[in-house]
């Protein structure tokens, strides 16, 4: 009887702690938009953090609801955006934190127009463009005719006015690459390999004639589930 009474005790002390503790999980995707000609490329990778709070004892449901295919809306959301320009000589970084404002505000058609590169972002006012190392509205004149000639190029792979729009991302356990070819100057490779967990590692590297290959760009994209300190830090410190 007193065993069974102390099995009890446990038993409802580890439910009761369960019910108040959380488990955090921080799930990483990034996609890459790649423009490029002859001369010069231009990498735009965007890096999603999508991070869920669960009470431990709905932690299993969660699991499975994903395993049959569910979505559950994270909890928070953190975004960042890497751009890099490279030529044959150079290779220029610029990090930039996404304002992220709802479904289908971020950054998106990046289009190559009369030596800018426009796009589409609510945050930055809609149509800009990138000047160097910030997005920059453009007058009012030349939005009312980008905007009413239609300009602006949804986010597929092709030619875009001379230029070569090729579009990457991770994919859980899933093993990917691209090679981004820009003449006899220079050529991107791009990969991802996955990790047990879904976990996976993006690598972008830079190939010139008669020089090492160049690791430009590399992340481990986590899967999973993360301390209260690091999530902490993913989530709110930088805010």
Same mark, same amino acid.
């Given at each position: 009887? /007193?065993?069974?009474?102390?099995?009890?005790?446990?038993?409802?002390?580890?439910?009761?702690l369960?019910?108040?503790?959380?488990? +955090?999980?921080? =799930?990483?995707?990034?996609?890459v /938009?790649? =423009?490029?000609? &002859? &001369?010069?490329?231009?990498?735009?990778?965007? $890096?999603?953090?999508?991070?869920?709070?669960?009470?431990?004892?709905?932690?299993?449901?969660?699991?499975?609801?994903?395993?049959?295919?569910?979505?559950?809306?994270?909890?928070d959301?953190? #975004? &960042?955006?890497? $751009?890099?320009?490279?030529?044959?000589?150079?290779?220029?970084?610029?990090?930039?934190?996404?304002e992220?404002?709802?479904?289908?505000?971020?950054? @998106?058609?990046?289009?190559?127009?009369?030596?800018?590169?426009?796009?589409? +972002?609510?945050?930055?006012?809609?149509?800009?463009?990138?000047?160097h !190392?910030?997005?920059?509205?453009?007058?009012?004149?030349?939005?009312?005719?980008?905007?009413? !000639?239609?300009?602006?190029?949804? #986010?597929? #792979?092709?030619? $875009?006015?001379?230029? &070569?729009?090729?579009?990457?991302?991770t994919?859980?356990?899933?093993?990917?690459?691209?090679?981004? !070819?820009?003449?006899?100057?220079?050529?991107?490779?791009?990969? /991802?390999?996955?990790?047990?967990?879904?976990?996976? !590692?993006?690598?972008?590297?830079?190939?010139?004639?008669?020089? @090492?290959?160049?690791?430009?760009?590399?992340?481990?994209?986590?899967?999973?589930? $993360?301390?209260?300190? +690091? +999530?902490?830090?993913?989530?709110?410190?930088?805010?």
């Amino acid at each position: 009887m /007193t065993r069974k009474l102390v099995a009890i005790f446990v038993a409802v002390f580890w439910v009761a702690l369960a019910a108040r503790s959380h488990v +955090y999980l921080n =799930l990483e995707a990034a996609n890459v /938009t790649t =423009l490029h000609d &002859s &001369s010069e490329a231009y990498l735009f990778v965007e $890096v999603d953090h999508l991070g869920h709070r669960i009470r431990a004892l709905r932690f299993p449901l969660l699991l499975l609801e994903n395993y049959l295919g569910g979505v559950e809306d994270p909890d928070d959301h953190a #975004d &960042s955006l890497d $751009v890099i320009h490279v030529t044959p000589s150079r290779v220029e970084y610029h990090v930039l934190k996404i304002e992220d404002r709802g479904p289908g505000t971020r950054p @998106s058609m990046y289009t190559p127009l009369e030596g800018r590169i426009y796009l589409n +972002y609510n945050a930055a006012g809609g149509l800009c463009w990138w000047n160097h !190392d910030h997005f920059e509205p453009p007058t009012e004149r030349e939005r009312q005719r980008i905007l009413g !000639d239609h300009l602006l190029q949804e #986010d597929n #792979d092709g030619d $875009v006015n001379g230029w &070569s729009k090729t579009r990457f991302g991770t994919v859980p356990f899933a093993w990917r690459t691209a090679k981004i !070819d820009g003449g006899h100057e220079f050529a991107l490779w791009l990969s /991802t390999n996955a990790n047990l967990g879904g976990s996976s !590692d993006l690598s972008i590297r830079l190939i010139r004639p008669g020089r @090492s290959t160049e690791v430009i760009w590399s992340r481990h994209l986590m899967w999973g589930m $993360v301390t209260p300190g +690091y +999530y902490q830090r993913i989530f709110f410190d930088g805010r």
